[in-house]
């Protein structure tokens, strides 16, 4: 059972434009949720972070927004970049064992 | 610098035989994963280790085994009862203090079953 549904699968977006990756959660124990940013042959690395006692997090062109009734969040990269082709995952952690990725986003930026 | 080393970074077996996986950190952290990535199903965790000498199973640990003998190595054994062994293997630590979401990645291991 998938309890972190990740969409879209690929997504495409011109430079200066916005990306826009979403997630939803089942499990509500879940109280942590990152998002990793892997570029091809090398390891995810932790990107931003939210807990869900706040309903945005924002670092520079990346923005979490955290909707905690709807069970969603989501990640806004603003003037996105080629640079930010990468695969994009969200995950949601309860507790010292439990982290459970999404199925991953894989970012383009034309140029 | 402080990081997770992963070898081999590519790895070709036949069928029948086991492979062994290694990952060292220097960064000194306590706890210790194991995850496996195929594309389109994100990733999913083998093995965990919290402190030498014991770890745990995650969701996917048939056809796997791990130790820990020493607090900065976590080695992973693919062996031949795995039935699907191709996949990109990460492995990833976080400090005792750390929380499980901010994991610390290494470069990953790309085993290929011939």
């Known amino acids: 059972q998938q309890q972190v549904k990740q969409s879209p699968q690929s997504l495409i977006v011109q430079k200066g434009g916005i990306s826009i990756i979403n997630c939803a959660y089942e499990n509500t124990a879940f109280d942590y949720f990152p998002w990793y940013q892997q570029f091809p042959g090398k390891g995810p690395a932790l990107l931003i972070a939210i807990r869900p006692d706040v309903s945005e997090k924002k670092e520079g062109r990346f923005t979490i927004s955290f909707n905690k009734s709807a069970k969603q969040f989501s990640l806004h990269i603003m003037d996105s970049q080629p640079g930010d082709s990468a695969t994009y995952f969200c995950a949601a952690a309860r507790s010292a064992r439990q982290l459970t990725f999404g199925s991953g986003t894989q970012l383009t930026v034309l140029p | ?114």
């Open chain 2, 1 to 114: 610098d402080g990081g997770i080393t992963q070898s081999p970074k590519y790895l070709f077996r036949k069928e029948g035989q086991n492979v062994t996986l290694s990952c060292e950190q220097n960064l000194n952290h306590d706890a210790m994963y194991w995850y496996r990535q195929d594309p389109g199903q994100g990733l999913r965790l083998i093995y965990y280790s919290q402190i030498v000498n014991d770890f745990q199973k995650g969701d996917i640990a048939e056809g796997y085994s791990v130790s820990r003998e020493k607090k900065e190595s976590f080695p992973l054994t693919v062996t031949s009862a795995q039935k699907n062994p191709t996949a990109f293997y990460l492995c990833a630590s976080i400090p005792g203090t750390g929380i499980v979401g901010e994991l610390f990645f290494g470069e990953g291991s790309r085993l290929t079953v011939l």
